[in-house]
């Protein structure tokens, strides 16, 4: 079965600086994978999805992703992060049908001022 | 264009009870998932509904059961309601059950166990 991985619980930048959150992901297919926002108290809100073609999908808000069969990842980047963005960020993988999508444990982000 | 709702928003019960979470899926979708995402957790997935019909299960115990209306909205039943069971609870509606099919979410029911 799949299985998602973010490696940092909590990261900080400060409002302007670049962003990159990581994602490593375990599927024997090509996977769909997909980035979500959670704000606090929220539901989630899908960023971006991959499902195949150009690596590189752009997403809502200024968000991108960059897909790497060879490493197994699937990296969110942005490159100037503002206030609102501070949220919890979710990394999931799906197969073949969308009944048993897997999440990572999240990636909680602070913009500093 | 009205997107997933869900009630009621926040619930506490006590242990041994019996809880029904609904969610009324977006304008045209036929697919219900639901996810129990636990504190500081990524969500779960318990089941998916597909015209009415259970269509794949996570590793939850049968405790968990649902259902899915003709109109398709759904309702998540948790039956003998265990202090684990605390958690935010989404439903997220799709077109369809491939993999390609954005699953729009809820904003969840925040359930009490005490």
């Known amino acids: 079965a799949q299985s998602v991985t973010q490696p940092d619980i909590h990261i900080t930048v400060s409002e302007g600086a670049s962003l990159e959150l990581r994602c490593n992901y375990s599927?024997?297919?090509?996977?769909?994978l997909f980035w979500y926002v959670q704000s606090p108290g929220q539901g989630l809100q899908l960023l971006l999805k991959?499902?195949?073609?150009?690596?590189l999908v752009q997403g809502i808000k200024g968000f991108e992703a960059e897909f790497k069969r060879s490493q197994s990842s699937f990296n969110l980047r942005k490159p100037s992060v503002h206030w609102s963005d501070a949220a919890e960020y979710f990394c999931?993988?799906?197969?073949?049908?969308?009944?048993?999508?897997?999440f990572g444990a999240g990636t909680r982000l602070t913009v500093k001022p | 264009e009205t997107g997933v709702t869900q009630s009621p928003t926040h619930l506490i019960k006590t242990r041994g009870q019996q809880v029904t979470l609904r969610c009324s899926s977006q304008?045209?979708?036929?697919?219900v998932s639901w996810y129990q995402q636990a504190l500081g957790q990524g969500p779960q997935f318990i089941f998916q509904?597909?015209?009415?019909?259970?269509?794949g299960r996570g590793n939850f115990p049968p405790r968990f059961s649902g259902l899915q209306f003709p109109n398709y909205s759904s309702e998540l039943n948790v039956n003998a309601l265990e202090l684990d069971d605390s958690a935010l609870y989404l439903c997220?509606?799709?077109?369809?059950?491939?993999?390609?099919?954005?699953?729009?979410f809820g904003p969840g029911t925040r359930l009490t166990v005490l």
């Open positions: 991959y499902f195949s073609g150009d690596t």
């Open positions: 999931a993988v799906g197969a073949g049908n969308n009944n048993d999508m897997r």
């Open positions: 509904y597909y015209r009415e019909e259970e269509n």
């Open positions: 599927y024997g297919a090509t996977p769909y």
């Open positions: 997220a509606s799709s077109l369809g059950t491939t993999g390609n099919n954005e699953q729009f």
């Open positions: 304008s045209g979708h036929n697919t």
